[in-house]
């Protein structure tokens, strides 16, 4: 199968069609894919299991790939748009992951991904470690929005200790983060400090604990 392994490391639309659909298919005969293409793509999406069936080289297993494979797209371009709220302030991410971090007798290093518009695409646990600091390098800091192809992130961990005021090191890890994104075009949002008895932002500064009922971690 041609450059099969490149969809992860590379992104699906490094790969032409043929490559895209062989890989659909699951086939290693490399006519299939240009007779199915060869009336382009709108043709292929209208395609009916009987045309797929009298095309030379399709078993029935490669044309329900090929079929679930058409649907799916269709219902992913059809599905509504997630309505996701903007986390547009430090309560917006602290309530992210207050409830799993605010209260932890450990310190955990968390990251929080975001698209252009500030909307959480996922979050991701960095670092776990004791009751006074955790490891964390820039590198591993920025990976999952790397990888995520996230335009945004903010940065969360929490004192164990209860008091959210950054440490010495907290700050100066700050400026390399802060560093890290300008370099690989990343906007850093912020980076929280979650305690039980409140939150510091790097851009807010200190702000009150999260509401229980406001709360989603």
Same mark, same amino acid.
């Given at each position: 199968?041609? =450059? +099969?392994?490149?969809?992860? &490391?590379?992104?699906?639309?490094?790969? +032409?069609? %043929?490559?895209?659909?062989?890989? *659909?298919?699951?086939?290693?005969?490399?006519?299939?894919?240009?007779?199915?293409?060869?009336?382009?793509?709108?043709?292929?999406?209208?395609?009916?299991? @009987?045309?797929?069936?009298?095309?030379?080289?399709?078993?029935?297993?490669?044309?329900?790939? /090929? /079929?679930? &494979?058409?649907?799916? @797209? =269709?219902?992913?371009?059809?599905?509504?748009?997630?309505?996701?709220? =903007?986390?547009?302030?430090?309560?917006?991410?602290? &309530?992210? /992951?207050?409830?799993?971090?605010?209260?932890?007798?450990?310190? %955990?290093?968390?990251?929080?991904?975001?698209?252009?518009?500030?909307?959480?695409?996922?979050?991701?646990?960095?670092? &776990?470690?004791?009751?006074?600091?955790?490891?964390?390098? $820039?590198?591993?800091?920025? %990976?999952?929005?790397?990888? #995520?192809?996230?335009?945004? *992130?903010?940065?969360? #961990?929490?004192? !164990?200790?209860?008091?959210?005021?950054?440490?010495?090191?907290?700050?100066?890890?700050?400026?390399?983060?802060?560093? +890290?994104?300008?370099? /690989?075009?990343? =906007? *850093?949002?912020? #980076?929280?400090?979650?305690?039980?008895? +409140? *939150?510091?932002?790097?851009?807010?500064?200190?702000?009150? !604990?999260?509401? $229980?009922?406001?709360?989603?971690?």
């Amino acid at each position: 199968m041609p =450059r +099969g392994d490149h969809i992860l &490391s590379e992104g699906p639309s490094s790969l +032409g069609d %043929e490559e895209l659909l062989q890989i *659909v298919l699951g086939t290693q005969d490399r006519q299939v894919a240009p007779r199915l293409l060869a009336r382009g793509l709108p043709a292929l999406s209208r395609i009916t299991p @009987g045309e797929l069936l009298f095309t030379s080289g399709v078993s029935s297993q490669h044309a329900m790939r /090929l /079929l679930a &494979s058409i649907e799916l @797209g =269709r219902r992913v371009v059809l599905a509504p748009a997630e309505d996701r709220p =903007r986390l547009l302030h430090a309560a917006d991410l602290a &309530s992210i /992951l207050w409830s799993r971090l605010a209260f932890l007798g450990r310190e %955990e290093f968390w990251t929080v991904l975001m698209n252009a518009r500030l909307q959480e695409i996922h979050s991701v646990r960095i670092s &776990s470690g004791g009751l006074t600091q955790c490891s964390v390098t $820039p590198r591993e800091a920025f %990976e999952p929005a790397l990888l #995520h192809r996230a335009a945004a *992130v903010a940065f969360v #961990h929490n004192h !164990p200790s209860g008091d959210p005021t950054p440490s010495g090191d907290d700050q100066r890890l700050q400026l390399l983060l802060n560093e +890290g994104g300008h370099t /690989l075009g990343v =906007r *850093v949002v912020d #980076h929280l400090v979650l305690a039980q008895s +409140g *939150v510091h932002s790097a851009v807010e500064g200190r702000c009150p !604990p999260v509401s $229980p009922v406001r709360a989603v971690g």
